[in-house]
C-alpha cells in the first residue's frame, strides 16, 4: 500500500518551532541567538541575563570623537548611538590643524591618509583611542601610542574579499590589454589586435604574502583556471592545489603573473627592485595592491620600457595624495609623469578596501571595538597593548566600579594596586603585559561615588602609572 504524501514543509516548520521552543534557540537568521538552558542544576544555577551595566569615567560626563577621511556611516552611526560627541570630516587635515583638534578628543578615528607621529600625539592629552577603519596601522606611531596608554584598533580583514577581487580584475585587464583599449577608444581610435593578449586560463600566478588577502586569492585564481604559487616567510598551509616556494626568487622565475600582498616593513623595502625584475619571466606582469615602499617605482619604469614585462598594475604608492584632486604628479612623487606614460600599466587610487561591504564592515568592526574599549576596558584586538577582557558588569551590581591601570611593566606593581583597592572587594581582575607596557583590570564592588576619586588619585601617584581610568 502506497505511503500516504506528507506535507513536509508544515512538519519542518514545526520541528523547528518545537525544537526552538525546548532550547530556546532562534532558528531565524536574522534573530538574536541564546544559549540552551544548562544542564549543571537548571535555571537556578544559571547566570544572571540582567543586562550589561552601561559605564562611563567617572570624570568626564562627554566622550568627544573626531572621525576623519570620510569614515562609513555604519561606524558614525555605532558611535552616534552611544551618546558620544562626533565630529566626522569626509578628508584628512594638514598636520597643524590636525594638531589643534586633537587636543581636546578622546577617540580618534582615521583611515590610511592621516598620519598621527610623535608630534601630533604629544598634543593629545585627553586621547585613549585610536581606530582605524583600514587594514594598515604604520601611519600611527603604535610605540609612542603604547608608551602613553593609548590603544589602537584596526579592521586587518574585512577587505580582504574586495582587494582579491580587484587583484583579479587587473589580472584579466592586463592579459587583454583591455586598459590601453580603452583609453583607445575613448579617444576616437578603433585597434583590434590580438597579438599579445591572453587567456588567464593555464597560467601561473604567484603571491608573494599568503596572508588573509593572498589566500583569498589564491581560491579565486584557482576557480579561474589558474595554477599557483606563493612565497611566504612562515610555513603556511596552501589552499586548494597552490604550493608553497622555498624562495621568492623561485616564485619570480616561475609565475606569469607576480602579486604583492605583504605589510609595510624594512624588510619589504623595495623588494621588488632591478634585481627582482630580471629575476622575473620575460613578458610577465606586476600587481601591487599591498603598500608603496614594496616596489621600486625607477626599476618597474625600467623594466616596462625594456619590455621585460608586458605590464603592469598599482594600486598604491610611496606618497599619496591627502585629498581627491590633480595631485598625482611630480610634485608628489619624481617619477610621477614617467610612469603615466608607460603602456598597459594600470593606475588606482589606493581603492583596493573602496567597496560599500568592504566599508561597511570595517566601519562596524572598528567602531564597536571603541565602543567596548570606551565602556568597558576591553582590548581585544589592539594592536599594541596587551589582549585583556573581562566580563561586563551588569545591572545587578550597581555599586561597582572597573579600574584600568596601564603601567610599565616592572615588578611589584600588582601589590602596590591591591592596597590601594584593598578596602573593597575585587571581584574580578585580570592582568597581561606586551612588552614594557602592562594592562591591569579589576572590577571592585562596594564602592561609593565619592571613593572613586581617591581611589584615582591614588593610582594615579604610583611611579609606575602610564594611563589610570576607573568606570562606575
Known amino acids: 500500500m502506497a505511503t500516504p504524501a506528507v506535507n513536509i514543509a508544515a512538519s519542518s516548520s514545526r520541528l523547528e518551532a518545537s525544537l526552538s521552543h525546548q532550547l530556546s534557540v532562534s532558528t531565524s537568521p536574522t534573530a538574536t541567538f541564546t544559549s540552551p538552558p544548562s544542564s549543571f542544576g537548571g535555571a537556578q544555577l544559571a547566570r544572571s541575563q540582567t543586562a550589561p551595566k552601561h559605564l562611563k569615567p567617572f570624570d568626564t560626563q562627554d566622550i568627544k570623537i573626531l572621525l576623519l577621511e570620510n569614515v562609513n556611516q555604519s561606524g558614525k552611526d555605532i558611535l552616534s548611538g552611544q551618546g558620544y560627541q562626533v565630529e566626522a570630516l569626509k578628508s584628512s587635515l594638514p598636520e597643524d590643524q590636525l594638531i589643534e583638534k586633537i587636543r581636546d578628543v578622546h577617540v580618534i578615528g582615521i583611515r590610511s591618509k592621516t598620519r598621527l607621529s610623535e608630534k601630533v600625539l604629544r598634543e593629545a592629552k585627553n586621547l585613549i583611542v585610536i581606530g582605524c577603519f583600514c587594514i594598515g596601522t604604520n601611519q600611527v606611531d603604535l610605540e609612542y601610542a603604547a608608551r602613553h596608554g593609548i590603544a589602537v584598533f584596526n579592521s586587518p580583514f574585512a577587505n580582504s574579499r574586495s582587494v582579491a577581487e580587484l587583484v583579479i580584475a587587473e589580472i584579466i585587464v592586463l592579459a587583454r590589454q583591455l586598459g590601453d583599449r580603452s583609453n583607445e577608444l575613448h579617444s576616437g581610435t578603433w585597434n583590434k589586435v590580438s597579438a599579445k593578449c591572453w587567456e588567464i586560463r593555464g597560467k601561473t600566478l604567484g603571491i608573494i604574502g599568503y596572508g588573509h588577502i593572498g589566500s583569498q586569492l589564491s581560491v579565486l585564481a584557482e576557480a579561474m583556471g589558474m595554477s599557483v604559487i606563493y612565497y611566504d616567510v612562515l610555513n603556511l598551509m596552501a589552499l586548494g592545489t597552490a604550493r608553497q616556494v622555498p624562495t621568492l626568487e623561485a616564485l619570480l622565475n616561475t609565475a606569469d603573473f607576480v602579486t604583492c600582498h605583504v605589510p609595510e616593513l624594512p624588510e619589504t623595502k623595495d623588494m621588488i627592485s632591478t ?73 588606482t587610487p589606493h581603492i583596493g578596501g573602496s567597496t560599500e561591504e568592504a566599508q561597511s564592515a570595517i566601519g562596524i568592526e572598528v567602531a564597536e571595538a571603541l565602543v567596548r574599549y570606551v565602556n568597558s576596558g576591553v582590548t581585544l584586538g589592539s594592536v599594541n597593548l596587551p589582549e585583556v577582557n573581562l566580563r561586563s558588569l551588569t545591572l545587578d551590581e550597581p555599586n561597582h566600579a572597573r579600574v584600568i591601570y596601564i603601567h610599565h611593566n616592572v615588578p611589584g606593581v600588582l601589590r602596590k594596586v591591591n592596597e590601594i583597592l584593598g578596602d573593597h572587594n575585587v571581584d574580578k581582575q585580570i592582568t597581561d603585559n606586551k612588552g614594557d607596557v602592562a594592562y591591569l583590570m579589576a572590577d571592585i564592588s562596594d564602592v561609593r561615588v565619592g571613593e572613586i576619586k581617591d581611589i584615582s588619585d591614588q593610582l594615579e601617584a604610583l611611579s609606575s602609572r602610564i594611563l589610570t581610568r576607573v568606570l562606575y
Do not use: C, H
Not at 620575460?282 to 600587481?287: A, V, W
Not at 616596489?295 to 619590455?307: F, K, M, Q, T
Open 275 to 347: 634585481p627582482q625584475f630580471e629575476q622575473m619571466k620575460q613578458g610577465s606582469y606586476l600587481i601591487n595592491a599591498s603598500r608603496g615602499t614594496v616596489v621600486d617605482i625607477p626599476a618597474l619604469i625600467n623594466a616596462s620600457r625594456s619590455g621585460k614585462i608586458a605590464g603592469a598594475a598599482l594600486d598604491v604608492y610611496n606618497n599619496e595624495p591627502g585629498s581627491n584632486g590633480d595631485y598625482f604628479n611630480n610634485s608628489l612623487n619624481y617619477w610621477g609623469e614617467d610612469l603615466r606614460s608607460l603602456k598597459n600599466v594600470i593606475l
